[in-house]
C-alpha cells in the first residue's frame, strides 16, 4: 500500500471532529474516519468528509502577488517581506489594525497577537469572534466568571431535557446533533425554538416559531410562568446566586405572560406554558444556543437571559445540563483564547489590568515597548471608524478572514477597505478581500501545520501536518515572524517549531499552564481549564463555584425585551434573517470549491413562506429582487412552509446573491457584535 494516515482535526466547525487525511506520493487525496475519537468515534458529516477537496485546488496561493498598476504581479518572498516591513514602519501604531483568523491554530493565533501588539505595538487586533459569539464571551463572563460553554459535547446524551434556541445543530454543528439524537434515544424531551423549521426543529417534541428579535420576551416568559409554578430551584439560587429578586421583580411583569408574549413573538400561549413545565420540571435540561441568539443589538443580554434561565432552574455545574454556546469556527474558541480580542491578552488576561501588561511586557521583552493597556477597535468598529473619521486608521493586515463576504453592509465594508492606504491579506485563495489588497501573502492550510486547536468544549487537539503547502506558500506563524524578523524583532519569534510557540503560550495562560504536546496526543486531547501538568482538564465547569465571581456566586439580573434596531414598516414589510446551511461554510472560499459540497448546492437562495409567496406571485425557483436601506441582491425563491410568514432568509454564503449587501451594521453597545439577524427588508418579482 502506498497510501498514509495521518490523524488531524476538521477544519470547519467548532465541533472539532477527528479525521485522517489519506496521503499518496506526498498528497492529501481523501479523507478516513479516525475511530478513536471520543468527540465523532469515526463519523463526519459532509464537509469534513469532503474537508481534503480544497487542498490542492487549483486556485491555492503559491506565490506572493504583489499589486502593480492596479494588477496583481508575482514576486519572490524577499521582495514581498521587505516591501509589507517598510511600509509597517512608515505608519504610526495607531493607524495600523490587524485580523486575526480563526480557522488557524492557536500558536498562529498567538503569534498575530503577539506581532500585533508586540512587533507593530497597535491596540488595534480582532477577529471574527466579533460577528459570532463576541456576546457571549462578554455576557458569560459577566454572569459566570467564564465566557465559554459550561459543559461538554459527551454530557449532552444525558440530558433529561434538551431546549435548543437559536441554533441550527443538525446544519451547523452536525456531530453535535448526534449528541441530541442520542439523548432523545435515552428519553430526553427535545425542545426548538426558531424561527425557521429546520431539520433540527423537526426532531423536536416542541416547536415554537416566534419572529426574529423576541428572544428575551420569550426567556422571560418561561422564568415568569416557571417561577409561578414553584418549580425554580430554590436551594442553588439560594446558595450560588445573587440577584434574584432583580430578576423576579422584570420576569413577573405582566409584558410577560403567556398572552403578551403571544403578541410579541407570535407563539402560542400554550405552547409557552408547556416548554415551561416541560424545562422547569426536568431533572435536568442542557440549553444549546448559537447565532439565534448572540446576533442581535442585544445579543449580550440575550446571553445573560439564558444565564437566568439556567440559574433559575439549577441547570449548571452538574452532568446533562448547562449554557452550551455552540462555538462556529473550527479555532474560534481558541483564537479568544489566544487574546486576538481588543481588550485581553491570553486566558482572557485584561489589556486594561496593569498585572497583565507588565507580564506580557516583561515576557516579550521587546526593548521599544509594547502596545498601551487599552482597549482598541473591534472589526465591525474598524470598518466604521476607516469612513467615519479619514486618516485615523490607514493601514490593515487581515490574516484568514474574509470581510467582503462576511461583514454586514457589505456597500460600507467596500467603502471602508478603499480608503485603506495599505492593506495586506494572507490567506489560501485569492478571495474577494485579497483582490483589494496591495499585497497578497499565500498561507498553508490546516493539511499542511503541526499545532492545536481548540474546540467549542475547550477541548484542545492536535493538528498534523499531512504534505507539504503548495509551491512558495508558507505557513502562517512563519510569515508573521518573517515580517517581524524584518522589523528588527528576530529574537521575540525565533520558534523553531509550533510546539515552541505552544509553550511559550503554556507558561503565559493559565487555562493551559499544564498542557504540552505530548499530553495532547492521545484522541482525548485535554479540556481546559487544565492548570498544571497533574489536571486531568475540566470538561464541566461551574460545579463548586463560579470562580472569578464574587463570592463565587452567579449573577441574576432582570432584563427587559427590546426589539431590534430595524422593525418592518411599509416599504419594507419583511423581517430579514440571514444564516448557514449544512453544505457551505461562509464566505465559500473553501466549501464552494469543493466538488461534491458545491454539486450539492452550487448557488444561493432566499427562503420565502409559501403564503407570502402565493400574494406576491412568486413561484419556486424562481429569480426574485431581496432589497433592504442598504441595497438589493437578485436571488432564486425557495418557497417553503417552513419558515415564518413575513420572514425570509438568506443563506450568507454566496457572493453572486450576497446576503450581506442588505443586512444593518448596528451594534450591540457591549458585544460590538452586528444584527445580522434581524433587519427590515422586501421581496419583489423581477420588473415588478
Ligand atoms: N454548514 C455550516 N456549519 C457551520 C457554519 C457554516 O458556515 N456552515 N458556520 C459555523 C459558525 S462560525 C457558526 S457561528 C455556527 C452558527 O450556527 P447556527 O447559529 O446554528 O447557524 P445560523 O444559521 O447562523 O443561525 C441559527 C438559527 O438562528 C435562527 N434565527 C434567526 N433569527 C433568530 C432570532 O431572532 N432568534 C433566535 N433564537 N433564532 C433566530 C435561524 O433561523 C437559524 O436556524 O455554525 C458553524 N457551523
Ligand atoms: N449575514 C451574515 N453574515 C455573517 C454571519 C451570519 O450569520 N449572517 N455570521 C458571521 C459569523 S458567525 C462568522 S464566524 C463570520 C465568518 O467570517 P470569515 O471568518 O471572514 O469567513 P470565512 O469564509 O471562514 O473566512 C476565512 C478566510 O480564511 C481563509 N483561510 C482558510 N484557511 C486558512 C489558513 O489556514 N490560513 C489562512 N491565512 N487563511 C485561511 C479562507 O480562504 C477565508 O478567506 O461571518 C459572519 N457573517
Ligand atoms: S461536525 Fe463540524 S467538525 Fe465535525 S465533520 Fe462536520 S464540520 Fe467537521
Ligand atoms: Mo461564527
Not at 150 to 171: H, M, Q, R, V, W
Request: glycine share 8%; charged share 25%; net charge negative.
Amino acid at each position: 500500500m502506498d497510501f498514509s494516515y495521518v490523524t488531524t482535526t476538521c477544519p470547519y466547525c467548532g465541533t472539532g471532529c477527528s479525521l485522517n487525511l489519506v496521503v499518496k506520493d506526498g498528497k492529501v487525496v481523501g479523507t478516513k474516519p479516525f475511530h478513536r475519537s471520543p468527540v465523532n468515534e469515526g463519523k463526519l458529516c459532509p464537509k469534513g468528509n469532503f474537508a481534503h477537496e480544497f487542498v490542492n485546488h487549483e486556485d491555492r496561493l503559491t506565490k506572493p502577488l504583489i499589486k502593480k498598476d492596479g494588477k496583481f504581479v508575482e514576486a519572490s518572498w524577499d521582495e514581498a517581506i521587505k516591501l509589507v516591513a517598510e511600509k509597517l514602519k512608515s505608519f504610526k501604531p495607531s493607524e495600523i489594525a490587524c485580523l486575526s483568523s480563526a480557522r488557524v491554530s492557536n500558536e498562529e493565533n498567538y503569534v498575530m497577537m503577539k506581532f500585533a501588539r508586540g512587533a507593530l505595538k497597535t491596540k488595534h487586533i480582532d477577529h471574527c469572534a466579533r460577528l459570532c459569539h463576541s456576546s457571549t464571551v462578554a455576557g458569560l463572563a459577566t454572569i459566570f466568571g467564564s465566557g465559554a460553554m459550561t459543559n461538554s459535547i459527551l454530557d449532552i446524551p444525558e440530558a433529561k431535557c434538551i431546549f435548543i434556541i437559536g441554533s441550527n445543530t443538525f446544519e451547523q454543528h452536525p456531530l453535535i446533533g448526534r449528541r441530541v439524537v442520542q439523548a432523545k434515544l435515552n428519553g430526553a424531551k427535545l425542545i426548538y425554538a426558531d424561527p425557521r423549521l429546520t431539520i433540527t426543529g423537526k426532531q423536536a417534541d416542541l416547536y415554537m416559531q416566534f419572529t426574529s428579535g423576541s428572544d428575551v420576551a420569550i426567556l422571560n416568559c418561561l422564568m415568569q410562568q416557571i417561577i409561578t409554578n414553584g418549580w425554580e430551584d430554590k436551594e442553588f439560587i439560594n446558595n450560588r446566586c445573587t440577584g434574584y429578586e432583580e430578576l423576579k421583580a422584570e420576569v413577573m411583569k405582566d409584558t410577560y405572560t403567556p398572552e403578551n408574549v403571544e403578541q410579541i413573538s407570535g407563539i402560542p400561549a400554550d405552547q409557552l406554558r408547556q416548554a415551561a413545565e416541560m424545562i422547569g420540571t426536568a431533572e435536568s435540561c442542557a440549553i444549546l444556543y448559537s447565532m439565534g441568539i448572540t446576533q442581535h443589538i442585544v445579543g449580550v443580554e440575550n446571553v445573560r437571559s439564558i444565564g437566568n434561565l439556567q440559574m433559575l432552574t439549577g441547570n449548571l455545574g452538574k452532568r446533562g445540563a448547562g449554557v452550551n454556546a455552540l462555538r462556529g469556527q473550527c479555532n474560534v474558541q481558541g483564537a479568544c483564547d489566544m487574546g486576538c480580542l481588543t481588550n485581553v491578552y491570553t486566558g482572557y488576561q485584561k489589556v486594561i489590568e496593569e498585572a497583565a501588561q507588565k507580564k506580557f511586557e516583561d515576557a516579550w521583552g521587546f526593548p521599544d515597548g509594547i502596545a498601551p493597556g487599552e482597549i482598541g477597535y473591534a472589526v465591525t468598529e474598524i470598518m466604521n471608524v476607516l469612513v467615519d473619521n479619514p486618516g485615523e486608521l490607514k493601514c490593515m493586515y487581515i490574516m484568514g478572514e474574509n470581510p467582503m463576504i462576511a461583514d454586514p453592509d457589505i456597500t460600507h465594508v467596500d467603502h471602508a477597505l478603499d480608503k485603506l492606504e495599505f492593506l495586506v491579506v494572507q490567506d489560501i485563495f485569492l478571495t474577494e478581500t485579497a483582490q483589494k489588497a496591495h499585497v497578497v501573502l499565500p498561507a498553508a492550510c490546516f493539511a499542511e501545520r503541526d499545532g492545536t486547536q481548540t474546540n467549542t468544549e475547550r477541548r484542545v487537539q492536535r493538528l498534523r501536518k499531512a504534505q507539504d503547502p503548495p509551491g512558495e506558500a508558507k505557513l502562517d506563524w512563519k510569515i508573521l515572524s518573517e515580517v517581524a524578523a524584518a522589523l528588527g524583532y528576530e529574537k521575540q519569534f525565533a520558534w523553531e517549531t509550533a510546539e515552541d510557540v505552544f509553550n511559550e503560550i503554556a507558561l503565559l495562560t493559565p487555562q493551559y499552564h499544564g498542557m504540552t504536546y505530548e499530553r495532547l496526543n492521545k484522541p482525548e486531547a485535554l479540556h481546559w481549564p487544565c492548570p498544571d501538568e497533574n489536571s486531568p482538564g475540566t470538561p464541566i465547569l461551574h460545579t463548586q463555584a463560579f470562580n472569578g465571581m464574587p463570592e463565587g456566586k452567579g449573577l441574576m439580573s432582570g432584563i427587559a425585551w427590546k426589539p431590534p434596531a430595524e422593525v418592518p414598516d411599509e416599504e419594507y414589510p419583511f423581517v430579514l434573517t440571514t444564516g448557514r446551511m449544512l453544505f457551505h461554510w461562509h464566505t465559500g472560499s473553501t466549501s464552494r470549491r469543493s466538488k461534491r459540497l458545491h454539486e450539492e448546492v452550487p448557488t444561493g437562495y432566499v427562503e420565502v413562506n409559501d403564503e407570502d409567496a402565493a400574494r406576491l406571485g412568486i413561484k419556486n425557483g424562481e429569480i426574485i429582487r431581496a432589497f433592504s436601506r442598504r441595497g438589493e441582491i437578485e436571488v432564486p425563491a425557495r418557497v417553503t412552509p417552513d419558515i415564518k410568514k413575513g420572514t425570509i432568509f438568506i443563506p450568507f454564503h454566496f457572493a453572486e446573491c450576497c446576503a450581506n449587501v442588505l443586512t444593518n451594521n448596528a451594534l450591540d453597545p457591549t458585544s460590538k457584535i452586528p444584527e445580522y439577524k434581524a433587519c427590515a427588508a422586501n421581496i419583489a418579482k423581477l420588473g415588478a
